[in-house]
Each structure stands twice: as structure tokens, then as C-alpha cells.
């Protein structure tokens, strides 16, 4: 009795499987098809490239940022838009180590950036501390405050609205400009800089000065310029804000393939609902918070 019923609940199993079986595979097919698409797995897995908590940040009376946090994983798309004067441009300086929160911690690339914090004497103080004190001690900031610079040069690139190319040096040497101030070699930094022109379309255009370009042409320059010390990290602030439609277009579509070539993490500010829509993600800021 007890050896039937065994058999029964077996053969039970077995058609209940295959019955099951297809369904399953369908479904676990569609499941992982929506996690692809939605990046669900890199957001789950994926380190955090940066990671901001409670940024705080006035300007006299003004508090423009009121305790942001924000984490991005690694090669993570994110746009923030929100209304003028909501703080977005404020937050990515402090992002981008430009500028210094009151108060939070920032991780970037799993550095905490308050390691590179300049600690001055207080200038109250400064009479009553010896010569060779201060001396020591202003020493010791502007090193720390050069690794910052470092750090920044090596890790971040930015690329602005109206692309602040220098307008007296062509494509090719605005492109080279952080290679050298890096410590790379003349030799080198020339051929990088070629390399990331040629891949940006812009070989014949490299030795044209900034006025003798195209608008799109000069912010692929100025891509080009945040991409030469290979950053692991593209902060943006609208930079697409001075192109025609055409332009936009083509800048929306070099940010996705930058990420997939370049492996990079992009943040970008922006007023256009076009380039939110192309994000992974899009954050929305209100009087210096996240809605
Ligand atoms: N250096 C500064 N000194 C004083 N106030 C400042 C400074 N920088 C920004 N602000 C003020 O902080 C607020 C936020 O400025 P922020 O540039 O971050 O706004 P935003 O969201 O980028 O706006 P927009 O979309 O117009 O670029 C504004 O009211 C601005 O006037
Ligand atoms: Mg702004």
C-alpha cells in the first residue's frame, strides 16, 4: 500500500514537471529579459562609483542643498533635472570635488574624498602660532589639496554646457591639456588625444582652433578633453544645452556608447527630457533635495 501510493505521488511529480517545465522556462526567460533591460542585475551587483550621503551646502543665508544622498553604481547612466535654481549644478561641483559640502561624505571609486580635505590653521589663531609651524602646516594643505587635483584629473571628467575650450589652442591640444598636467608625455598624450578625436569623428577638424568649429564639433572636443585620463566618472552639466536637435541626437547617443566602451559611470544635469529618457535613471531635484 504504502509503496503504491509512492509511485502515485512519483508519477504525479513527473508529469506535474513537465506540464510546469515549459512555463517556467518561458517565464524565467521573460524575468531575466526584464531584469536586462532595466539593468536590475548591475544596479543589485555592481559597486557604487559614487557615493554621496546627506550633503548639505549654503551660501550665506541660502541653503541650496538640504542632506542629498545619492549612490551610483558602476557604468550607471543618471540624469538629474529639476527647476532652475534647484541646486543641480551646485551638487555636481561638490560631486565633482570642485567644491566643498558643510557637511555628508562623498565616496568616489571607494575613495572617501574628505581624506584629501585641506586643514588650515584658523586665521584667528594664526598670530599665535610660531613661523615655521605655519609654514609646515600650509606645506602639508597645498600637497593634500594637489592630490585632490590628482585624484580629480585621474578619476573625473567634466563636460560643460558651453565647453570651456581653451581658444587659443586646436582641438588636438585642448584634448591634451589633463594628459600633461597628469605627467604624460608630450608623445603620448598626442597620440591619446589623436586616438579619442579619430573615435569621436573629428580627425580632419584637429587642428582647428575652437572658433573655426561647429557647436557639436566643439563639445565632442570637449568629451574628448573629459575622457583623455580615462576617468572611471563623466559629470555633465547640460551639455546639450547650446546644440540643435541634430547635435542632441548624436551627443545622447555617444554618452551610451562611451559607457560601453569606455566602461564609464555618467551623471548629467539637464534640462532635456529627451537625454533623461535615454538614462537608466532619472532623479528629480526640488529646492536641493531628491523628490
Ligand atoms: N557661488 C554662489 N554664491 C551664492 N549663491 C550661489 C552660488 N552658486 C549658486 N548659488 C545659488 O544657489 C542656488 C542654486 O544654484 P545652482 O546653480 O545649483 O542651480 P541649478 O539647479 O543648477 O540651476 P540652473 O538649472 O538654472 O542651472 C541658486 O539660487 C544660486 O543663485
Ligand atoms: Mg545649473
Redesign the pocket.
Known amino acids: 500500500m504504502f509503496v503504491q501510493k509512492k509511485c502515485f505521488s512519483g508519477k504525479f511529480f513527473v508529469i506535474f514537471f513537465l506540464f510546469f517545465e515549459k512555463n517556467m522556462r518561458k517565464s524565467l526567460k521573460s524575468l531575466l529579459s526584464v531584469c536586462k533591460k532595466n539593468r536590475i542585475f548591475a544596479k543589485i551587483f555592481l559597486r557604487k562609483m559614487i557615493k554621496a550621503t546627506n550633503i548639505t551646502k549654503s551660501?550665506?543665508s541660502?541653503q541650496?542643498l538640504k542632506g542629498v544622498d545619492l549612490q551610483i553604481a558602476e557604468k550607471e547612466i543618471v540624469t538629474i533635472t529639476?527647476?532652475?535654481?534647484?541646486?543641480?549644478?551646485?551638487?555636481l561641483q561638490i560631486l565633482g570635488t570642485l567644491d566643498k559640502a558643510d557637511s555628508g561624505t562623498l565616496e568616489i571609486n571607494g575613495v572617501n574624498v574628505s581624506i584629501f580635505d585641506t586643514k588650515d590653521i584658523p586665521s584667528i589663531l594664526k598670530p599665535f602660532v610660531p613661523y615655521w609651524v605655519r609654514t609646515i602646516s600650509h606645506r602639508r594643505s597645498v600637497l593634500k589639496s594637489n592630490s585632490l587635483a590628482d585624484f580629480r584629473n585621474r578619476t573625473i571628467g567634466f563636460v560643460f554646457q558651453f565647453h570651456q575650450l581653451m581658444p587659443e589652442f586646436s582641438a588636438l591640444e585642448n584634448v591634451m591639456m589633463p594628459a600633461l598636467i597628469g605627467g604624460e608625455s608630450f608623445r603620448n598624450a598626442e597620440k591619446k588625444a589623436a586616438e579619442l578625436l579619430d573615435f569621436l569623428q573629428l580627425t580632419p577638424r584637429l587642428h582647428h582652433r575652437p572658433a573655426e568649429l561647429s557647436g557639436g564639433e566643439k563639445q565632442r572636443v570637449a568629451v574628448a578633453r573629459a575622457l583623455i585620463n580615462t576617468p572611471k566618472v563623466i559629470l555633465a552639466d547640460?551639455p546639450s544645452g547650446s546644440l540643435d536637435s541634430k547635435n542632441k541626437a548624436e551627443l545622447h547617443r555617444l554618452f551610451l556608447d562611451l559607457r560601453d566602451n569606455f566602461n564609464l559611470t555618467i551623471l548629467i544635469?539637464t534640462?532635456d527630457k529627451e537625454l533623461s529618457s535615454f538614462a537608466d535613471r532619472n532623479l528629480v531635484?526640488s529646492d536641493g533635495m531628491f523628490l
Do not use: R
Open positions: 551660501f550665506g541660502l541650496v529639476g527647476a532652475s535654481g534647484a541646486g543641480k549644478t551646485t551638487l547640460e544635469v534640462h531635484m
